[in-house]
């Protein structure tokens, strides 16, 4: 088979056989939500955003209003907390609305992806990492700072010293091994979710690359 | 959508109706069912209808269709919904089962569909290109890949195609 032979048959019948659409149904595909993988990455990223805002919003306003505004020191953590997502947010958004080039070359178009992909993920293990020790510290100090013993059990606390838990040398060793294993955990997961893809947009680069 | 908005739209439409044979044939080239010729057929409208306020001409219409149309189908839908079992593939050509071509010309291109099938996805755009009697310019405009190595590319691929058609009439797997 030569393929110069196949060029007229492959454009006449190609053409005939191609189905016909109407301008209406066109104009009903312009109106349809993009199926593309990086559309729906920032449609989860919006869906996360607002179940973010649905489930802290009440617990800011519990911690505000009840215990006659005793406890309000969890609600500016909680504050502080979606300030930090805020700016995790924006960015991971950032990145998804740069990955798109479609009226690049196929092969920039390509690399493009590729590296915001790999920044992407970076990102993700970051900031999925790092969250974890300032929530973690954020919360002790809360504990530290807003649930001092009772007037009672000062003699007691005294004598005895404080518990162990509440030692800050407990904390930071228990914090080190977890926000390893969470930076293994996320890597895997982030690995999981595009690894395969990057893979795969790298091995096309590289067969365009090849001579 | 005031004036100016709806008549880009009725000329975006106009064009996509007058090139949808090209934008078909993407679909054909990658997609095996039915089903997802139609979904990839959508996306690629969805994306060249985003795209289409920064075409600026400086490339034919075609030109900038096919890249959009390409980097859509390559990059873009990382999942196809129905394929059809490796067993299968053996026995029929399954993009085009539906499809019924009498004469000689049309048993070789279902041939050759066959055969595209077994390519990578990058080889398929560049015979595809190839087929549609587009230049080396515009393959590179299109794919971004030089000259020299297009034609390098393309060299290897018709001996490719050569060597799986006579596999096929022999009987070879």
Same mark, same amino acid.
């Given at each position: 088979m030569e393929l110069d032979s196949l060029k007229y048959a492959w454009r006449t019948l190609e053409s005939r056989s191609a189905p016909d659409k109407s301008p209406e149904q066109i104009r009903a595909l312009l109106h349809q939500r993009s199926k593309g993988p990086v559309e729906k990455m920032r449609r989860n990223l919006t869906g996360e955003l607002l179940l973010i805002l649905v489930t802290y919003t009440p617990a800011i306003l519990f911690y505000f209003l009840d215990f006659d505004g005793k406890l309000s020191g969890i609600a500016w953590l909680f504050i502080l907390l979606l300030a930090f997502l805020a700016v995790y947010f924006y960015r991971k958004n950032r990145i998804l609305k740069a990955m798109? +080039?479609? !009226? +690049?070359t196929l092969r920039s178009s390509l690399q493009q992806q590729v590296d915001t992909l790999k920044r992407y993920t970076r990102f993700y293990v970051r900031a999925g990492t790092i969250m974890i020790p300032i929530m973690t510290i954020l919360s002790w100090l809360i504990i530290r700072w807003k649930f001092q013993p009772a007037p009672g059990a000062d003699l007691f606390y005294r004598i005895s !010293?404080?518990? %162990? %838990?509440?030692h800050p040398l407990t904390w930071l060793i228990l914090l080190i091994p977890i926000t390893i294993g969470v930076y293994f955990l996320n890597v895997w997961y982030v690995g999981r979710l595009y690894g395969q893809h990057i893979r795969k947009l790298q091995d096309l680069l590289r067969e365009m690359e090849e001579e | 959508m005031d004036t100016s908005g709806r008549d880009m739209q009725e000329k975006f439409v106009g064009l996509v109706q007058e090139h949808r044979s090209l934008l078909y044939k993407v679909c054909r080239v990658y997609c095996f069912s039915e089903a997802d010729r139609q979904d990839l057929f959508q996306e690629m409208v969805i994306q060249l209808w985003r795209s289409y306020p920064h075409f600026r001409g400086e490339s034919k219409f075609s030109t900038w269709l096919y890249r959009i149309a390409l980097n859509t189908a390559i990059s873009n839908l990382r999942k196809q919904r129905r394929r059809p079992s490796p067993v299968d593939m053996n026995e029929v050509p399954?993009?085009?089962?539906?499809m019924t071509w009498p004469g000689e010309e049309e048993e070789q291109l279902q041939q050759l569909y066959t055969a595209i099938d077994k390519l990578s996805e990058i080889e398929k755009a560049l015979v595809m290109l190839y087929l549609e009697d587009r230049s080396y310019d515009e393959m590179e405009e299109i794919l971004g890949i030089n000259q020299n190595n297009l034609r390098v590319k393309m060299n290897r691929i018709r001996e490719k195609l050569r060597n799986m058609t006579k596999e096929a009439a022999y009987g070879i797997r």
């Open positions: 798109q +080039c479609t !009226g +690049c !010293g404080s518990p %162990w %838990w509440q | 399954t993009p085009f089962q539906d």
